[in-house]
């Protein structure tokens, strides 16, 4: 089995930032994609932002510019860096894990960190 768990979400005032950390631990040989993806109430959930293990990255429109994502290979870990954040980020964040185990591929996913913005 592998977990996945979020963590740095919180309440921040419109313009600040946050920093979102996800690590996967447990049957894993190696990873392929880690992604964060979000989810305000009553809307789809949607990419925020993705990085392969080569390090290419991708990210959505509303995140580009604003948000980085990076990726600790060696400690299963993930990050995603947001920075002037708006009232229109508020939602759950979750965090997507694409790994290798027994030659198998599965994804996996988190349960998610909040983050409000509001002033």
């Known amino acids: 089995q592998v977990q996945v768990v979020e963590s740095g979400g919180g309440l921040v005032q419109p313009g600040g930032s946050l920093r979102l950390s996800c690590a996967a631990s447990?049957?894993?040989?190696?990873?392929?994609?880690m992604a964060w993806y979000r989810q305000a109430p009553e809307k789809e959930r949607e990419l925020v932002a993705r990085?392969?293990?080569?390090?290419?990255?991708d990210y959505a429109v509303f995140a580009d510019g604003r948000f980085r994502i990076s990726r600790n290979n060696n400690k299963n870990s993930v990050f995603l860096e947001m920075n002037n954040l708006e009232v229109e980020d508020t939602a759950v964040y979750y965090c997507?894990?694409?790994?290798?185990?027994?030659?198998?591929?599965?994804?996996?996913w988190g349960r998610g960190t909040q983050v409000t913005v509001s002033s």
């Open positions: 997507l894990v694409d790994t290798y185990y027994a030659a198998v591929w599965q994804v996996h």
């Open positions: 447990g049957e894993i040989h190696s990873i392929g994609d």
């Open positions: 990085m392969t293990s080569s390090g290419r990255t």
